[in-house]
Every structure is written in C-alpha cells, then in structure tokens.
C-alpha cells in the first residue's frame, strides 16, 4: 500500500465512531452552567445587543426549554442540580459562611456517575463547600480546576484549586478552566465522560478581557431593562462581554467534542443558576438575581443530542434544574438506587419527541420565608397574587379574582411546603466547619468570625480577607468539629505591614492547647490591578499572602472553637489574615 493510501486509511480509523473504539455506547455528558446569566443574556433569546452563536447554535441542533427554572441564587442551583432535590433539603441555605455546603451524605449526580465508570470532572465555580469532605474529590469528581468558594475576586491569573492543591491560574479564568476542561476531554476519548463546566461568569467583579470588551465600550444598548431608569449601562456592556467570551469558550468546548468525533456520542447541556444580577434587558419579566419571581428564577435551558433529541425543538412542559439528575441517568442508564428521594421529573421521554406534554407539576421555590409556586400555566408570587404567565411573563396582573380556587390551592401548597422547607433549614443551620478529614484543611477567612474591631475587606464574605486588625483586643474565631484527634501544623496566610513585625499570632482552642509564632517579616504586597473591571464602583479586594507557621497544635476529635489572636503588638496595626492551613502530622 503506497504511504498516502495508509495514512488516509489511518485517517479514517481515527475518525472512526469513538464509542466502537471504546467498547461503550454509553453518551458523554457535558454540562455548562453559567453564572448570573439571564433568560435574556442570549441573542437566542431577542437579545440584539449582542452575539452568542456558538450557544445559539444548541438551541438550532438540539431542544430548547421554553421554561427553565433554577433557584434565585448560586449554590442553592448548583445543590439543585448536582442532587435533584430541593436545595434546603441538602443543608444548603444560602451563598456563603458554611450555608452553601451540601450535606456530606448527599449522593451527587457525579457520584452515579462515577460508580457507573465514567471518568468525572469539573472545571471553574463549584460553590457547594470547601473543605473535604465537602470538596468536589469528594462529591464524585475524578478531577477538579477552579475555586470552591462562592465568588471569586480576580479573574486574571488568580490563586486556583488544581485537585486541593493551590495553584495559579494561567490568564483569563474562563479561558483558562475551559482549557482544563477541554484537557479532560481528550484524555477520556476512550471511556465516556461526565464533564461539568460551571463557569463563573458574568458574576462580578465584571473583568473582562479587552478583545471582548472593544466592542460594547461606550456602545449605546438597543434592548433596554423594562424600567430602564434602573438600568447600570457600564454594568450591562460588561455583563455582555462576558457573555460573548462565555460563548468563544462554549465554541471551544463544541469543537473539542466535534474534533474527537464525539458530537453525536455527546449530550451537551446548557443552563444558568440565576436570572441576571444587574437590571437589563430579560424579555420584560419581573425580577432579577435574587428574586423568586420570573426573571431571578427562568433562566436558558438547552439540551443537545444529535440523532437522539430533536433539533430545533421546543419543549413546552416546564423544567428545572432538579430534573437533571433523573433525566440524564435514564439517557445515559445510570442506575440510581435513591431514585425516590429526588423531586425533579425524568424527562427522557418529553426529550425524545415521543410525547409533547407532561403530567401537571408545580416548582417551588423559596426564599427564607417566602415561597412562590408555578405550575403550567400560573405563577403565585411570594405575597399570593396570582399571574398568568403564558399571557403576563412580566407579573403585571393580579389575576387570582378571576380563578379563586387555583390561586387558594396553589397558595396552600406553597404554604405546605414554605413549612416542610423550614424544617430542613432549621436542622442544618448549626454546623461547624470540618477539620482533619483530609491530609490538609484550609479555614478561609470567609468561614471565620471576626471580633475587636477586625472586619472583613469586602462586604461580601466569600473571596475576602480580615483586616483592620489593630489592637490586641482583635481576634478571630473558628468553629470546627475535628474527625481524627491528631497533631496539626498551623499555617496561617498574612500579610505585615512595615513597623507591625515583632507581633506573636497565636491559635488556640478556647480553654485548651495553643501554640504561636513572630511574624518576622514585612511582607505587604500591593492590591492585584484592578484596570479590566468594567464598573465604577468595585468591592472586590485581592492580594497575595505569605504562609507563616505558628508551630504544631493538638486537636481532640469532636467540636471546638479555634481562636487567632495576637500580643506583644509592635506598631499601629497587626497583620492581615487570608485563611488558616491545618496540615495533619
């Protein structure tokens, strides 16, 4: 055979069906979640003001969900999806301070998959708890690359998490955990794969590379929020251009999954946790990120499927991020013995085009004390009006005069449940933050308490740092339950300013051992350049730190309150504190 003649044969042998070449016929799964996107974030969706074809084009060659919903905010959505189960049932509560963790005895989406053989990775925003066994390792994931917490405060070159262990991110956040995942991707051309991209954009701050940004700078938006005297104009051109990098890097991922000719051996799926989080333009419903109304809950929802779910289709029944879990263990035979305990809907069959509706459902949603109830047609709000949905997206009419009995049934189930839900909140509200069930456990200053006068360096706790530490009356506390009684060294990462060296950081347990170091340094680097963020006004605070041990500590298994303070103070201040390391001897 002459040598063009082989390497076109080679060629095709490569090209060839990769599920043969595997022995598998089972479907990959790739799910991208975007974070504080709108419905109408979307040139799909009407939006004109910007260009988004790569997620367009799941919306062309696969099926559209008409209406999608998720939860108001970020972990609850997340909770939501990784167990289809309503999220205050998981222990999760809220966004930060330990409220976003998923109780430890939740089985994941990832771990179903796992234990049916597919290698499972994750890439970007997890938001479901850091330290293990909280830490995606432990939640089912083969791998992880990006960050735990619920924001993140740089997105260029951050500190990141590679598999629980600190390194630094290479350009762009997006860019950059999409290359992570794309590596996942090839390296799993021979075994099916469960690939989870949540990406943590465009969450502020609202950093933006300049290639994407040229294009909406200064530029005058044709779509308008309803109310556009509300509208933040720098804030929706910024939130925009991160939708269109989110979109380059959705293109990337496509083309990986084309290239290794997986396209029709792959079902993509695409959602966001939330409605937008700045007032622009979504379709003119009511609401935003944080809202239980329509805009903060209807988010994009595509699902793609070549050869198996219809192109182009759209799917009437409503949806959620709870029916995930069953919906893809069917389309992938993924045994799940706690089938009973989800609340989401399989929807494979709805999916599949066989059948076009659904049986009638209700999806809750709740928000402290506040529910609101959707069924098909209808939307009760959190103060029990009644609106139309499929006449009124923008909640302008209180209908429920006109259909009494509807509006007295839904608002009896939403109080039934509001009820049932603060059962689940009222169980999980006290739990400490877990030491010792892992070679290493950080203790970030998002999970500490601050006292004398240290306060936090952003007023959102999530990528922030204690300062303002003066005096010796400052100290911050912990409270942990340790799972192995052992010798720990302490690491704390800080910062010093010149004239504070000289100063002892102590760590102890309150009425219990301690142990304590000098800071013997200056080390006061400045603030990371903040020149690509977008906005005006920002919040966002992020230096480096530098470790520094306070020696080996004994901790005794079961609950504790660990305590940082400081003596023999030197100049006008302490240090800064980022978080504490505990390193198991």
């Known amino acids: 055979m002459k040598r063009p003649a082989l390497l076109i044969l080679c060629a095709l042998i490569v090209a060839a069906n990769t599920s043969s070449v595997r022995g598998d016929d089972r479907p990959n799964v790739l799910v991208i979640l975007t974070d504080d996107q709108g419905w109408g974030d979307l040139r799909v969706s009407g939006n004109t003001n910007l260009s988004t074809p790569n997620i367009d084009s799941l919306a062309r060659d696969g099926t559209t969900f008409r209406h999608f919903y998720v939860c108001q905010v970020c972990a609850p959505t997340r909770a939501e999806f990784l167990t289809g189960r309503y999220y205050p049932k998981t222990g999760v509560s809220g966004v930060s301070t330990g409220q976003e963790r998923l109780n430890v005895d939740e089985t994941t989406i990832a771990n179903l998959f796992q234990a049916a053989g597919y290698a499972t990775g994750a890439f ?53 955990v999409t290359d992570h995942a794309i590596e996942f991707i090839r390296e799993n051309l021979t075994r099916p794969f469960f690939c989870y991209v949540p990406l943590n954009t465009p969450h502020s701050p609202m950093m933006v590379p300049d290639r994407f940004y040229e294009k909406f700078d200064g530029a ?31 293109g990337r991922l496509l083309q990986t999954v084309r290239d290794a000719n997986l396209q029709d051996d792959t079902i993509v799926i695409y959602f966001s946790d939330n409605g937008p989080n700045s007032f622009r333009w979504n379709g003119g419903m009511k609401g935003r990120k944080g809202s239980i109304d329509e805009g903060g809950l209807r988010v994009p929802g595509f699902i793609r499927w070549p050869g198996r779910i219809p192109a ?38 709805l999916l599949s085009g066989r059948v076009d509706t659904a049986p009638d459902r209700l999806l809750f949603s709740i928000k ?48 039934e449940h509001g009820e049932d839900m603060q059962r689940f909140f009222e169980r999980f509200s006290d739990r400490p933050f877990t030491v010792g069930y892992g070679p290493s456990t950080t203790l970030p200053a998002r999970d500490g308490v601050p ?5 936090r360096s952003s007023k959102a706790p999530n990528n922030s740092f204690f300062t303002a530490w003066k005096d010796e009356r400052g100290s911050v506390t912990w409270d942990i ?105």
């Open 312 to 349: 182009g289709r759209v799917v009437e029944p409503i949806a959620a991020a709870i029916d995930l879990l069953p919906t893809l263990s069917t389309l992938c035979g993924v045994t799940d013995r706690a089938s009973r305990t989800r609340d989401g809907a399989d929807l494979s069959t």
């Open 220 to 250: 005058e938006m044709e779509m308008k929020h309803r109310d556009p005297e509300r509208e933040d104009v720098m804030m929706t051109r910024a939130a925009l251009a991160l939708c269109e990098n989110i979109d380059w890097n959705v």
């Open 481 to 585: 339950e340790v799972g192995e009684s052992a010798e720990y060294e302490v690491i704390a990462n800080c910062t010093c300013s010149a004239g504070n060296e000289g100063v002892t950081l102590r760590l102890g347990v309150d009425g219990g051992p301690s142990t304590e170091s000098v800071v013997g340094q200056v080390f006061d680097p400045p603030l990371y350049d903040k020149s690509k963020e977008r906005v005006e006004e920002s919040h966002y605070f992020v230096k480096d730190f530098r470790p520094l041990s306070l020696g080996v500590l004994r901790l005794d298994a079961g609950r504790s309150m660990i305590r940082l303070t400081a003596k023999n103070v030197q100049g006008s201040g302490v240090v800064d504190v980022h978080s504490l390391v505990l390193r198991r001897k």
């Open 368 to 415: 402290n004390h506040q529910v609101s109830v959707r069924n098909q047609r209808f939307r009760l709000d959190a103060d029990g009006k009644l609106f139309d949905i499929a006449n009124d997206p923008g909640q302008e009419t209180d209908v429920s005069a006109n259909h009494r009995r509807i509006a007295k049934d839904l608002l009896d189930r939403a109080t």
């Open 451 to 455: 006292h004398g006068g240290i306060r």
């Open 124 to 176: 970007g925003k997890w938001h479901n708890g850091t330290q293990s066994p909280y830490h995606p390792l432990d939640r089912g994931f083969d791998q992880f690359y990006g960050f735990t917490s619920g924001h993140w405060g740089h997105y260029f070159s951050p500190p990141l998490d590679h598999n629980g262990r600190t390194v630094r991110g290479n350009g762009f956040i997006v860019d950059d």
